[in-house]
């Protein structure tokens, strides 16, 4: 079993984490995205009528990056931090102050607002984090509460032995 935290027992309110990465977002990785999860609104694939239907202020006739892709590159930058020895139950909050475009790079923070105990698996503890991501220009492009239950030190996952 990896003994790598962190552990429910390292996280406490007003820790606070930075990704060690930033991640640019393509023009491939927001089209393929869109077209996995079969959404079909054309601001995100369809340059032509972006450019026609939203001429102006803030997407300027530019396609923008999905909005579900936006948050798990956002989530997925702090897992190592954050979520790795667990696993996510919600997400609440979710809020987008300024579009993300293909060509922008993403950076994540986020802060630890709630620490308890798990009352359903006692083996278990959450964690709820208020989650911002950034551009490049540490502009706020998306923030949310993300609420993830974390392994506490020494347990093992459900059915694997413990050491």
């Known amino acids: 079993m990896d003994e790598e935290g962190p552990f429910f027992e390292d ?17 491939t990785d927001n089209v393929w995205f869109t077209l996995l999860t079969g959404n079909s609104n054309q601001i995100h694939f369809n340059e032509d009528y972006t450019r026609r239907v939203f001429p102006g202020e803030p997407f300027n006739g530019r396609r923008v990056v ?4 936006t948050i798990a590159i956002a989530a997925g930058l702090l897992v190592d931090e954050t979520s790795r020895n667990g696993f996510q139950v919600g997400i609440d909050g979710v809020r ?3 579009p993300v475009f293909h060509g922008d790079t993403m950076y994540s923070e986020a802060e630890v ?6 009352r359903s698996r006692p083996a278990f503890g959450l964690v709820t984090i208020h989650t ?6 540490g502009e706020t492009v998306v923030e949310f509460d993300r609420v993830f239950m974390v392994r506490k030190r ?9 050491k």
């Open 11 to 27: 996280f406490r309110v007003g820790l606070r984490f930075r990704s060690k990465v930033g991640r640019t977002v393509t023009e």
């Open 66 to 69: 999905n909005g579900f892709l």
């Open 96 to 98: 987008f102050p300024r």
């Open 113 to 118: 607002t709630e620490v308890r105990e798990s």
């Open 132 to 137: 911002r991501g950034r551009n490049e220009r």
């Open 154 to 162: 020494g347990e093992a996952w459900r059915g694997a032995p413990a």
